[in-house]
């Protein structure tokens, strides 16, 4: 079986500066830098033949690039928080490329998801008896955090992989988003941080 995911990579500039976040809060679990991306939904374990579907449907999702920007930090679990996260301003675009990738997904027979509203975000740790005050101190420092713009480009099919230092992200395939005259930041002759893999798979170049 294999546990999927499709998100949204991030540049490594971006990624430095989550990392700049990471520390100061007991009872926190940091993510690693290379593992920051942003989820578009969550697939859950499949066989390789669901794994070929998702990526057959996948690769017929067409929405416009756009650019995010990072905004904020947050909790999930109000009265016990489990994870902590940097969130993402309101960004239509983004909002289009999820419904168009949760439609497309919605035509396989895929393990069920907690129904609850998408709140894109970057996990940046998670939580386990965290110290209050320090968490509550951590999320009034860095409320006006804010790192972009942030293009996107394309979206990702990736794979959850449990290594001996923790969990990896690779990812499978990599999904071009169309070019957009709106978007100052798509330019479709930039270089991709990602390159052909083996198997006809996209492999990291840069990790997500």
Request: with cysteine; aromatic share 8%; net charge neutral.
């Amino acid at each position: 079986m294999i546990r999927l995911f499709v998100g949204v990579a991030l540049p490594r500039m971006i990624r430095e500066r989550l990392a700049g976040l990471c520390g100061g809060v007991p009872g926190a679990r940091w993510s690693e830098s290379e593992n920051f991306h942003l989820t578009l939904r969550f697939i859950g374990e499949v066989d390789t033949a669901t794994l070929a579907d998702s990526d057959a449907v996948l690769a017929q999702v067409r929405a416009a690039s756009f650019s995010l920007t990072l905004e904020g930090v947050g909790v999930f679990g109000t009265a016990k928080p489990r994870t902590l996260w940097a969130g993402v301003a309101p960004c239509p675009p983004l909002r289009v490329l999820h419904g168009r990738v949760e439609a497309a997904l919605a035509r396989l027979p895929l393990p069920p998801q907690e129904s609850r509203r998408y709140t894109p975000h970057v996990t940046l740790a998670r939580l386990k008896d965290p110290a209050i005050p320090r968490l509550t101190r951590f999320l009034s420092e860095q409320a006006l955090f804010q790192a972009g713009p942030v293009p996107v480009r394309d979206f990702h099919l990736y794979e959850s992989c449990a290594g001996r230092s923790g969990v990896l992200y690779r990812v499978l395939q990599t999904y071009p988003l169309l070019f957009s005259d709106s978007d100052p930041d798509s330019d479709p002759d930039s270089d991709s941080d990602f390159d052909p893999g083996p198997y006809g798979h996209g492999a990291a170049t840069d990790p997500p």
